[in-house]
Structures are given as structure tokens and as C-alpha cells.
């Protein structure tokens, strides 16, 4: 059985996931709670650039079938840093970035050298495997 941090969700390793898709949202947050991560779900990449500003996540999980925001653009722009008055600093962002596709087709589009994600899956994938991905970074 998995050891469970502490009863607080300050705890847990906070997960942001930007899905429009409310079947891989499910998939992914009732899977992860379990695991002893703190999931929390917005369903469009503009939505999770104004989440990010507000608050730190220790891993972002992003489905490649983002409609709103080229997925490579939102990790360009959350791997950008504010200071407190929403001024941009020269440093960026050490959050974890890992990229979902529902098929390899929806990572066409981008150049994963450029983006550097911390991971990349695609379906079908075991959620074991991102979990302990997940662990690891």
C-alpha cells in the first residue's frame, strides 16, 4: 500500500492538469489522489496560466489536444517566472511539464526538443508509470 503524506492537501505533491477533456481529467485525478498527489483540474491552457500565476504546483500535466493555446506556447509561458507584482524575472519556472496525448498525431505539431518536457505519454499509458514518473521529478 502507498505510504500517504500527511492529512493536510499542503502535504501533497500539488499537480495542476490542463485538460478540456473531462474524461482524462477523471482518469487522471482520481488515480493520482491516491498516490499521495493533490490533483487540481482547469480545462484550457488560459485557465491554467492564470491558476499558475497564483499558485505553485510541483508538476503540470498537459493534454496535447489544448484548442485554446498551442501546448508549446503554455509551457514556454508557464516556465516563466513573476515576482509578486506580476512583473516577469529573467529566471524560469523548475515545475515539472509533462506532456498527454490521446494519439502520437497530437504531438506533430510541436518540436519535444525545443519544449523539453520532463515527460511525455501517450495513450494508452499505465498510471503506474506516471505516477513513479512523477515521483521522480
Do not use: C
Not at 506532456?99 to 494508452?124: H, R, S, T
Amino acid at each position: 500500500m502507498t505510504e500517504r503524506p500527511g492529512q493536510n492537501a499542503s502535504d501533497y505533491p500539488e499537480v495542476l492538469i490542463v485538460s478540456s477533456d473531462l474524461g482524462l481529467t477523471r482518469f487522471l485525478s482520481e488515480g493520482l489522489l491516491p498516490e499521495g498527489f493533490w490533483p487540481s483540474a482547469v480545462r484550457s491552457g488560459l485557465q491554467a496560466l492564470e491558476v499558475f500565476r497564483l499558485r505553485t504546483f510541483d508538476a503540470v500535466l498537459i493534454d496535447a489536444a489544448l484548442s485554446d493555446l498551442p501546448v508549446d506556447a503554455l509551457v514556454e509561458r508557464l516556465r516563466e517566472t513573476h515576482d509578486e507584482s506580476g512583473e516577469e524575472v529573467r529566471h524560469t519556472s523548475t515545475t515539472s511539464m509533462v506532456i498527454i496525448a490521446g494519439i502520437p498525431q497530437e504531438l506533430e505539431p510541436y518540436d519535444l526538443e525545443i519544449i523539453a518536457p520532463d515527460a511525455v505519454f501517450v495513450a494508452p499509458f499505465d498510471l503506474e508509470e506516471l505516477v513513479d514518473r512523477l515521483k521522480q521529478v
